[in-house]
């Protein structure tokens, strides 16, 4: 089980750190993703991190201002925003694969079998 928390309501150009807590055991073998769905329009991968942490993927829309990381011994994941602006504006949800392999990068969200319930991010300009 996925529950995410943190967001809110920002500032253009402020920042904001989501977080995604995991129950259960193995933590340590999913790889773990963002996503976010704004009004409207289909849920969009955010970024994924591998399984031990030391690689990330990111979409083009986010590089360079969000930054996901995790720490397995909390079993939780983060994304740090930052320079938000108002086409950041979503609900995002953290969603996660169990992983044989240590990094994969899958960008789709149909490849993740849990997600969290998500949280609503507002960037007011």
């Known amino acids: 089980q996925l529950q995410a928390s943190g967001g809110g309501l920002v500032q253009a150009g402020g920042s904001l750190r989501l977080s995604c807590a995991a129950s259960g055991r193995s933590f340590s073998s999913y790889i773990m993703g963002w996503f976010r769905q704004a009004p409207g329009k289909e849920r969009e991968f955010v970024g994924s991190i591998s399984r031990g942490g030391s690689s990330t993927y990111y979409a083009d829309s986010v590089k360079g201002r969000f930054t996901i990381s995790r720490d397995n011994a909390k079993n939780t994941v983060y994304v740090q925003m930052n320079s938000l602006n108002s086409e950041d504006t979503a609900v995002y949800y953290c969603?996660?694969?169990?992983?044989?392999?240590?990094?994969?990068?899958?960008?789709?969200?149909?490849?993740?079998?849990?997600w969290g319930q998500g949280t609503l991010v507002t960037v007011s300009s």
């Open positions: 969603a996660a694969f169990r992983s044989a392999l240590v990094w994969i990068v899958r960008t789709g969200p149909d490849y993740y079998d849990y």
